[in-house]
């Protein structure tokens, strides 16, 4: 695969790969696709179906080389999107992923990365992050937040109402909604029994993407295990 890495580090065959891929796809249709499976996609992508994932895993266990299958998930919806459809869609391959994850497990505990910005609205994501400030070790109020957030997954309740109070009563139902997800990402990763990365993304939502990780490590993590880990940008 020495081919398949050294062109990539053309610059000039890298910044128009996109213009390269629709104009074989073109014109060189009939053999574009074997050609990129066997090449390209063969390289970076596992498989199509869980059973060439699976196949893929193994054969890289028996070379000594543990799998760590990364999640294709979009963070930036399209814009005049229907949000909440996106959103959902983000949330079911999610849910396929963390599946997924389980069915290749390596001799080692398995564990994947995951991307919790595309369950979220953005202008939510940013909101909280200005109320919470970007040093959240040393923020009061994300305490607070945490814990009403843990309450909410888990007793379907504001707990102080603190985040309850600054937030609009449609910001309101969609964080309930949010909640909800956070408890599917939850008990599927616990069914599962994998390790999850949350991955820390922008600096300007870092606040609130910490907010959701360790409200999911309150509500799933164990003495025993840590499902779900934070990660720092």
Known sequence: HWLVFGSCGIESFSDNSQRIMDLSDKYLKPIFLPIMKATYYGQFVAGNTPAEIKNTTEELLELGIEPFIAMPIETESQAGCDIEAWQNEVQEKIIYCIKL?????????????????????????LKLTEKIGRNVTSSVLFEKF???????MKNGDWG????????????????????KRLNEIGHATVDQD???????????????????????????NTSTKPYFWNTYQ
Not at 106 to 113: A, I, L, Q, S, W
Not at 146 to 152: A, E, I, K, R, T
Not at 201 to 218: D, F, G, I, Q, S
Request: with cysteine; charged share 20%.
């Open 101 to 125: 994850v389980g069915e290749t497990k390596g001799y080692r505990p398995t564990m994947t990365h995951i991307k919790l910005s595309g369950i979220i609205d953005h202008e939510l994501q």
């Open 146 to 152: 945490l814990d009403d957030l843990v309450s909410l």
């Open 160 to 179: 102080s109402n603190t985040l309850q109070n600054e937030l609009t009563e449609k910001e309101q139902e969609h964080l309930k909604l949010v909640a």
């Open 194 to 220: 994998i390790v999850l990365q949350c991955d820390a993304e922008y600096v300007n939502m870092n606040p609130t993407l910490t907010l959701m990780t360790l409200a999911l490590a309150c509500c799933f």
